[in-house]
């Protein structure tokens, strides 16, 4: 679980009852798991025992950061059937050694919450603990990569599959100038990369967890590294930024023209997204046979914001007219069309 959804009661304490504060939007907050692993230990220990799964609403649990190098998350065992986080929570391993881990991390967490609270009670056996948990601090502090070369999952025809994801993706810059013949090297993983796709950041977006308003660094590529905060972009705040700096632009599209060549975005009615370009794969990937398919779905796309001649409309350019850096959620229509 990529969020949780935090609620305190009204006198700020703690509940596990999500039907107890339903109604007290106030007190109700979405965390991001790589802004709330960075809160005071003391306030962790506060939020850790009101989080809920933002999608069914069943109690949910927060792990901290392992020293074998296992990453901070947030998860639940009570996902009722159905969750769309269920599937993500099944592939965590074993309930069995989650709630070992766990119970090992609780121990921890409340010895460290103890010395915070009174300095004189670390002794120098406890140096080590201290120095690793900041050592696990400062990694945390790290965020994480976008995966762009996961493979989508097509909503009507399972067979049809990307080429360019199979052979393999090559990461976007930032906003330093490229010229015509820029090679982007692809982007190295390793056994601590902490990765997360597309459709996992749209998801967290839409849910208005932390995440849009993070100082968490995202990186893109071996060099290139974005604050949350200055990568995502809301179609509403789009515009042209100096150099045509690209960004991580997402929304919700309003609807396409007949001829599928160009989608106008919610939200911003000077706004456009043009795909002729790459339509017939973008049309194939999504089993999309109408612009009826495209009303109300929701994206994520990496592109450049570019002005016409008058300065009345904008443009987002897809980066390299590649579909991998640019995702759709189709789901909402699924459903009515079975």
Request: aromatic share 8%; hydrophobic share 35%; charged share 25%.
């Amino acid at each position: 679980m990529l969020d949780a959804i935090c609620i305190l009661s009204k006198d700020h304490q703690p509940t596990r009852e999500y039907q107890a504060v339903q109604g007290e939007a106030k007190a109700q907050t979405i965390f991001s798991i790589y802004e709330f692993k960075l809160l005071p230990a003391e306030q962790i220990e506060q939020y850790r025992h009101s989080l809920f799964c933002p999608e069914c609403l069943q109690v949910a649990y927060f792990r901290r950061a392992s020293k074998d190098g296992k990453q901070a998350c947030f998860g639940s065992r009570n996902h009722l059937e159905g969750c769309s986080e269920l599937n993500t929570h099944k592939r965590n391993g074993p309930m069995a050694l989650v709630e070992k881990t766990m119970l090992v991390e609780q121990d921890t967490e409340a010895q460290l919450i103890a010395e915070a609270v009174n300095p004189s009670s670390i002794t120098e056996n406890k140096a080590p603990v201290i120095e690793s948990q900041q050592k696990a601090e400062v990694d945390e502090q790290q965020g994480f990569t976008i995966d762009f070369s996961v493979k989508r999952t097509v909503r009507r025809d399972a067979s049809i599959q990307n080429k360019k994801a199979e052979e393999g993706s090559q990461a976007p810059i930032s906003d330093k100038p490229q010229s015509a013949t820029a090679v982007l090297e692809p982007l190295q993983k390793t056994e601590k990369t902490v990765t997360q796709r597309l459709s996992t950041l749209l998801k967290s977006l839409f849910k208005n967890s932390s995440l849009a308003t993070s100082d968490v660094w995202v990186q893109t590529s071996e060099q290139h590294r974005w604050r949350a905060k200055n990568l995502f972009v809301h179609f509403s705040d789009a515009e042209q930024l100096e150099k045509v700096a690209p960004r991580m632009y997402w929304g919700s599209i309003s609807y396409s023209d007949k001829q599928l060549l160009w989608l106008n975005v919610a939200d911003n009615k000077n706004l456009s997204i043009p795909i002729s370009h790459f339509k017939e794969e973008l049309l194939a990937r999504y089993g999309i046979t109408q612009a009826e398919d495209l009303k109300g779905a929701k994206i994520i796309i990496f592109a450049k914001c570019l002005n016409n001649k008058q300065k009345s409309r904008q443009f987002l350019t897809l980066w390299d007219n590649d579909l991998q850096y640019l995702h759709l959620d189709l789901a909402i229509h699924s459903t009515s069309k079975q």
